[in-house]
């Protein structure tokens, strides 16, 4: 009876004739996984190798000399170029034919910004006296000026934006070169990035 029972269960543990074993299967999943891709599948040992990083990243070389001083010169090109507003060395913001206009436009011409920040610290150093009669003189002279500001700003777009239809067209400008030119106006001519490439009163035609 125990050889009988021993004998059932070694013929259900045993594969019968023709059945693919799950060995068998997987074997045969990697064949034609490889002759799919044309290449062999890579193991698990290649695999984890290849997500494997370095911890330690390679060491850049160090510059030399003529590395430094090349970029040296470089970056003091650029600054050259930026302050002259040679159109390479320029950022988004001052780049075109159309901003070049504003800015020449805009520094041939005075503007009441010029001088806004010099009178205006001028004007808070008077006001720390204790004299009433000086502290009045200077609030009513920093509200003209900031008058005298909105008016220059608004006669200068206006006169601006008929300059640029005539020379640009209508349909061709930019968006913001008002902006762009009110900005500018408020900076001391001296201190302008890119600094003024006109005199004046020489109005760019």
């Known amino acids: 009876m125990f050889?009988?029972?021993?004998?059932q269960e070694e013929a259900?543990?045993?594969p019968v004739d023709g059945a693919v074993t799950p060995a068998a299967v997987s074997e045969e999943e990697r064949r034609a996984a490889e002759q799919k891709k044309n290449?062999?599948?890579?193991?698990r040992k290649e695999r984890e190798a290849a997500r494997k990083q370095p911890l330690a990243q390679p060491r850049r070389k160090p510059r030399t000399k003529e590395d430094k001083e090349r970029l040296r010169t470089e970056r003091e090109r650029a600054r050259i170029g930026l302050m002259n507003g040679e159109e390479r060395y320029l950022g988004p913001r001052d780049r075109g034919p159309q901003r070049r206009f504003v800015r020449d436009w805009v520094d041939a011409r005075f503007s009441i910004g010029e001088v806004f920040i010099p009178v205006a610290l001028l004007?808070?150093?008077?006001?720390m006296f204790n004299n009433v009669q000086v502290q009045i003189a200077a609030n009513v002279t920093v509200y003209g000026l900031v008058l005298l500001l909105v008016v220059d700003g608004f006669l200068m777009s206006r006169a601006?934006?008929?300059r640029l239809r005539e020379k640009f067209g209508e349909d061709s400008l930019e968006r913001g070169l008002t902006f762009?030119?009110?900005m500018r106006a408020l900076q001391m001519r001296r201190f302008r990035v890119p600094k003024p490439q006109v005199k004046r009163g020489a109005y760019p035609g």
């Open 3 to 7: 050889g009988r029972k021993k004998d």
């Open 12 to 14: 259900a543990v045993a």
């Open 39 to 43: 290449r062999p599948t890579p193991t």
């Open 123 to 127: 004007i808070l150093i008077v006001g």
């Open 160 to 162: 601006l934006k008929k």
């Open 180 to 182: 762009y030119a009110v």
